[in-house]
């Protein structure tokens, strides 16, 4: 069965700080996709990432940056220079590649809320 | 990017009367949608897979009587709570797939409906 774990449930840092977010995740299947959403208080779920179970090639975007280890089932979320308009719950989810039924849609983690202080 | 749109954003209600929420793929046709349930502080679970021309295919313990699904059409899915109760109250989210993004898993996120029933 497909199953995504944040472990994480709640998490404070200061300003400036560097957090990591982590993801684990289960699956049986050899083609699937892994995503990270933010989502904030206001509600609507933002993209951030989607990566393929073959491309294992950690992702730089801006501060953002992800660590996918298919040897751990880990997708690992990474801010640096954290910053206050990045409090939010973010979550981890977990697609297969299928099509047809409830193939396709995601699986998600309970998701970490993010608290950044100034 | 495509963009999928949900309507209304938030919507109160009485105990006892029906409440539809509508999901509209503004920039592809959507022969899928998904309606997502999120309780505060909750993950998101998926309640039902939308079919384009079919019947929805409901999650285990989904009551298909009280969450009426229709997609009429392929730009068009609607989410009916019929005689709505307090615990019906939550954040309802639906999601699209862009059929030229199959080979990719692109999902779209709808801005998400809050019910609140009084």
């Known amino acids: 069965a497909q199953k995504v774990t944040q472990a994480q449930t709640e998490i404070s840092v200061v300003e400036k700080e560097d957090v990591t977010l982590d993801c684990v995740y289960e699956?049986?299947?050899?083609?699937?996709?892994l995503f990270w959403y933010k989502q904030p208080p206001s509600g609507e779920l933002v993209f951030l990432i989607r990566?393929?179970?073959?491309?294992?090639q950690n992702e730089i975007s801006g501060r953002y940056s992800w660590n996918f280890q298919k040897s751990t089932s880990s997708f690992n979320f990474t801010i640096t220079a954290s910053q206050v308009v990045d409090s939010a719950v973010y979550f981890c989810?977990?697609?297969?590649?299928?099509?047809?039924?409830?193939?396709?849609?995601?699986?998600f983690g309970k998701g970490t809320k993010l608290s950044v202080k100034p | 990017g495509a963009v999928v749109s949900q309507h209304p954003s938030w919507v109160i209600c009485k105990s006892g009367t029906s409440v539809k929420i509508e999901c509209r793929s503004l920039?592809?046709?959507?022969?899928?949608m998904f309606w997502y349930r999120q309780f505060p502080k909750q993950s998101l679970m998926l309640m039902a897979t939308?079919?384009?021309?079919?019947?929805?295919?409901?999650e285990q313990g989904v009551e298909k009587d009280k969450f009426l699904i229709n997609h009429a059409s392929l730009t068009l899915s609607t989410l009916t709570v019929t005689s709505a109760h307090p615990e019906d109250s939550s954040f309802y989210i639906c999601?699209?797939?862009?059929?030229?993004?199959?080979?990719?898993?692109?999902?779209?996120f709808g801005e998400g409906s809050r019910l609140t029933v009084l």
């Open positions: 699956t049986r299947d050899t083609t699937y996709y």
């Open positions: 999601s699209a797939r862009d059929p030229s993004g199959l080979a990719t898993g692109e999902l779209f």
């Open positions: 920039d592809f046709q959507a022969t899928t």
């Open positions: 939308s079919n384009e021309g079919s019947k929805a295919t409901y």
């Open positions: 989810a977990l697609s297969e590649a299928g099509w047809g039924g409830s193939q396709g849609n995601l699986i």
């Open positions: 990566r393929n179970s073959f491309d294992e």
